[in-house]
C-alpha cells in the first residue's frame, strides 16, 4: 500500500491528452509539500519528469505538465507519442515518515 | 559525465550479508544526499533511507530502520546499502539517487542493482 495512491494504469491514442492523478494526505501533499514526477521504463533509471509541481528539468518536453490542489496532484501528457509509454511515479515528503513518498506507479499505454 | 554508477547485480542465500554500493561522478558528491529506493518484483518505489555524504549520517524509512545500513565514503564519491542478514522478500531492483540540495526530489539516479536472495 503507497502512501499516495495512483490509477494503476491509463491509455491513450497517439496525440491525445492523459492525465494521471496522485492522491495524498495531510502529511504530505495536503501539507503543502511539492510534488514531482519520474518516468520509468524498466531496465533503466528512473528519470525526474517534473519537480516543485510544474517545473520541468531542462531537456524534458513542455508536452508533460504539472498541477496540485488540496491534498491531490496530476500529470498531463499531450499530444501522446509511442516513447511516452512508461511507468510514472508521484512523489512527495511525508511529515509522518520523515522522508518521501511515492506513488504506487501508473503505467502509460500509447 | 554527471551519473551515479551502481554496483552489479547479486545472487544470495537468506541469512548472507551483502554490500552494494553508488559511486558518483561528474559533481561534488559530498554536496548532496543520496537516497536509496527499493522496487519489489511488480511493485512500485519505496523509499529506503538516505545519506549526507559529507559525514555519513543516515536516516531511515521506518520500515526499513534495523534491516539496512546506509553509508558514504566521500574519499572515494561512494555511498552504500548494507544488510547483515539477508531474507527472502529482499529480492528487488535498489536505486539510488541524487537528491537535489535541499528539495525533496531526486535529479539523478543510478540504473539499479538487483539482488536476489533465495536458498
Known amino acids: 500500500q503507497s502512501v499516495l495512491t495512483q490509477p494503476p494504469s491509463v491509455s491513450g491514442a497517439p496525440g491525445q491528452r492523459v492525465t494521471i492523478s496522485c492522491t495524498g494526505s495531510s502529511s504530505n501533499i495536503g501539507a503543502n509539500s511539492d510534488v514531482h514526477w519520474y518516468q520509468h521504463l524498466p531496465g533503466t533509471a528512473p528519470k525526474l519528469l517534473l519537480y516543485?509541481?510544474?517545473n520541468r528539468p531542462s531537456g524534458v518536453p513542455d508536452r508533460f505538465s504539472g498541477s496540485k490542489s488540496g491534498s491531490s496532484a496530476s500529470l498531463a501528457i499531450t499530444g501522446l507519442q509511442p516513447e511516452d509509454e512508461a511507468d510514472y511515479y508521484c512523489q512527495s515528503y511525508d511529515r509522518s515518515l520523515g522522508g518521501a513518498a511515492f506513488g504506487g506507479g501508473t503505467k502509460v499505454t500509447v | 559525465e554527471v551519473q551515479l554508477e551502481q554496483s552489479g547485480a547479486e545472487v544470495k542465500k537468506p541469512g548472507e550479508s551483502l554490500r552494494i554500493s553508488c559511486k558518483g561522478s561528474g559533481y561534488n558528491f559530498a554536496s548532496h544526499w543520496i537516497t536509496w529506493v527499493r522496487q519489489m518484483p511488480g511493485k512500485g518505489l519505496e523509499w529506503m533511507g538516505r545519506?549526507?555524504?559529507?559525514?555519513?549520517?543516515?536516516s531511515y524509512n521506518p520500515s526499513f530502520q534495523g534491516h539496512v545500513a546506509i553509508s558514504a565514503d566521500k574519499s572515494i564519491n561512494t555511498a552504500y546499502l548494507q544488510w547483515s542478514s539477508l531474507k527472502a522478500s529482499d529480492t528487488a531492483i535498489y536505486y539510488c539517487a541524487r537528491q537535489s540540495g535541499t528539495y525533496w526530489y531526486f535529479d539523478l539516479w543510478g540504473r539499479g542493482t538487483l539482488v536476489t536472495v533465495s536458498s
Open positions: 516543485n509541481n510544474n
Open positions: 545519506t549526507d555524504p559529507h559525514d555519513s549520517y543516515a
